[in-house]
């Protein structure tokens, strides 16, 4: 069995006639522009073409999902993911995938000697990692999934010591930053779960996987990724000095027999292309103003925003939950909507959840907001339209200042966070979708990308 590292979270398992990819994301940004490969790569999608015949999808997020990437592989390709994916299903319906394979946990899969056992995730949403068998040799992916002892336990039981072990190592802070911005100190708790689980599953050889990306606006590169993937394996061989840890790179291939040899380049269709500055984690260094810089050029933006935010919003946000809302009533919940505009302009709007019916009104000297949201005038558009999606407008044009808090006896307690967010609770509602069907109604329009 060889294992191929395309990039990011990109996997090629080979045994026999059998080549999956498992994740394959094959252009750069990607995430509606959020995200790059790092380090950065290039995609033979030719090749890649010609060489795959089996597609694994662990989830929906768009830097393991991605349509574009696609609708570069051939259509008659088995797509193995997770049961109650609709979203994944119905994609790969409108592409043409013909044979798809939904798998729930412990589901398997054999094609010509390569046999796939879908394994769990503690996730709220539908996501499956893969145990593949092959050649008599063992490699199991979990990509993003949220393990825990059992899931671990279940795998041992078909291998007490698997040959290779895709880790996850990188214990991401993204949804700190969406709130506040101020950065978190390192993230104790979580990274000591990773390194405890890869003890747990005793693999011959350890890869740090399921990350190889830098955030597109650079001081989010300086909060937001806290670890390296070397620093990983030297904490790993602290625990257990006699294990093997090895780093690849994009392009590299694992050939995993009774030794486990690296071979960098060996993929082929990846080519690894210059690096770009190391990346060093500075939670203490500033944040920069919230920008508009346009991206999509689009045009009338403040017509097309007092459209947006005067009628369907407030129509939408007064059909909302009720006890949410009750629970903004309650809190004398003033919410601050900050929305920049190109050349910096910025236009205020005030709502107060205690005051029926709502309307917004112009924001009031000394007024205190337990709510303020920026965001970008472009991307307030674009998403709505399905241009860009949840993630793209969380880290490129989306800030929150939260001071949700209810007072009693013994002084204040926390009420709430992102999810009582009035942009977040009605206008993101089914952003993915939105961005995920527009990707797809542009490839069908024009099919001959790749």
Known sequence: ?????????????????????????????????????????????????????????????????????????????PVVYPRDAHLIERTLERLGFVLRVPLDPGGRLEIEGLALTATGSRASFPELGIFFQAEGRTFWNPVDSVIDD????????????????????????????????????FPFATYSEYLRQAWMVRARCVVPASFGARYSDDWLNQRGIPMTAGQFLEDLGRIDPEFQGLEMQPGD??????????????????????AEAGLDWRPDRGVPPLADRNPLGLDELPARVARLLDSSFLERLV???????????????????????????????LLDFSREPLAWSAPREG???????????????ALEAGRINRYAMDFNHFRMVNRLYEVHRGGVSWAGGRSDEPLTRVLFAGAEERYVDRQVDEILASPSEG
């Open 253 to 274: 291939a694992l050939e995993v027999g009774e030794r486990i040899r690296l071979e960098s380049g060996g993929l082929g269709f990846v080519t690894l292309e210059k």
């Open 150 to 185: 059992s899931i671990i336990g279940s795998v041992r039981a078909r291998a007490p010591r698997p040959d290779l072990f895709f880790a996850n190592y990188q214990p991401l802070i993204e949804a700190e930053l969406q709130e506040d911005a101020l950065g978190t100190p």
């Open 367 to 381: 007024v205190f907001a337990k709510l303020h949201t920026s965001v970008t005038a472009s991307a307030l558009i």
């Open 1 to 77: 069995m060889r294992v191929g590292r395309i990039g990011h979270a990109g996997v090629v398992v080979m045994s026999g006639k059998t080549r999956c990819f498992m994740d394959p994301v094959l252009f750069s940004p990607f995430e509606a522009g959020a995200n790059r490969f790092d380090p950065p790569f290039r995609v033979d999608h030719a090749a890649a073409r010609d060489l795959c015949n089996l597609i694994v999808l662990s989830h929906h997020h768009g830097d393991h999902f991605c349509p574009r990437s696609l609708n570069v592989l051939r259509r008659n390709c």
């Open 319 to 349: 059909q909302a939950d009720p006890v949410w809302l009750e629970k903004l009533a309650r809190l004398e919940v003033r919410w601050r909507l900050e929305v920049v505009y190109p050349g910096d302009a910025v236009e205020v709007r």
